[in-house]
């Protein structure tokens, strides 16, 4: 049964600052691994996918790494802004069917 | 370019009253997910559904609730005869393809049991 694990739980930065959550999941066969972000009362945003052949994924500010042999992933935040303040959630997927979560590093950026 | 839609956004029922849950994929997706997220705790998988079918519901439990995704019209998960534990946001979730393809989520309807 895959588990997802996020650490740290809680992040609480000075704006400017680049940060590192991290992900780890117990079973590396996924096909891949998805980056969330969700605001209070709100629903899920998908932020990065890295399929499972890919190291990678990049979008401005952000970038998500894969490394299935070690279970791990990474969501790097460059550059952090008051707006990116929110939970930050990653999800594992095995294949047809839904997605196993982490409980997510609630973070906050102070002004 | 509607996104995922799910109605109601909020939901109070009784105990022992019957709950139904709507959501609208994203236009062009055929596969839909269900999941709930309970207070202080993460997001957790309950049906996966395409057209007419239940791929895997190995997330539901076992009495009281059901899902459908009809070939016209939402998805629906309906939750009977609720208890006060069933109070938490449910969250659908739509892609293409399936699993190689980005889940792309609704806002949740929220279920308060009185």
């Known amino acids: 049964k895959q588990e997802v694990t996020q650490i740290p739980a809680a992040l609480s930065v000075p704006e400017g600052e680049n940060l590192v959550l991290n992900c780890s999941f117990t079973d590396s066969a996924i096909y891949n691994l998805q980056w969330f972000r969700q605001d209070p009362g709100k629903g899920l945003t998908s932020l990065l996918l890295i399929q499972s052949s890919q190291r990678e994924q990049t979008s401005g500010r952000l970038n998500a790494s894969l490394d299935k042999s070690s279970g791990r992933s990474t969501l790097y935040i460059a550059a952090s802004q008051p707006g990116d303040s929110a939970t930050y959630l990653c999800?594992?997927?095995?294949?047809?069917?839904?997605?196993?979560f982490g409980k997510g590093t609630h973070l906050i950026i102070q002004p | 370019n509607a996104g995922v839609m799910q109605n109601p956004r909020h939901l109070v029922r009784r105990r022992g009253q019957e709950a139904r849950l709507r959501c609208s994929p994203m236009?062009?997706?055929?596969?839909v997910y269900w999941y709930r997220q309970l207070p202080e705790e993460g997001l957790k998988f309950m049906v996966y559904l395409q057209k007419e079918n239940i791929i895997d519901e190995s997330g539901m439990p076992k009495e009281r609730f059901s899902a459908e995704f009809p070939k016209e019209g939402p998805s629906i998960l309906r939750i009977q005869q609720v208890v006060r534990g069933d109070s938490a946001a449910y969250f659908c979730a739509s892609s293409d393809t399936g699993a190689v393809q980005p889940q792309h989520f609704g806002d949740g309807t929220r279920l308060s049991i009185l």
């Open positions: 999800a594992a997927s095995r294949g047809a069917d839904g997605l196993t």
């Open positions: 236009k062009g997706h055929s596969h």
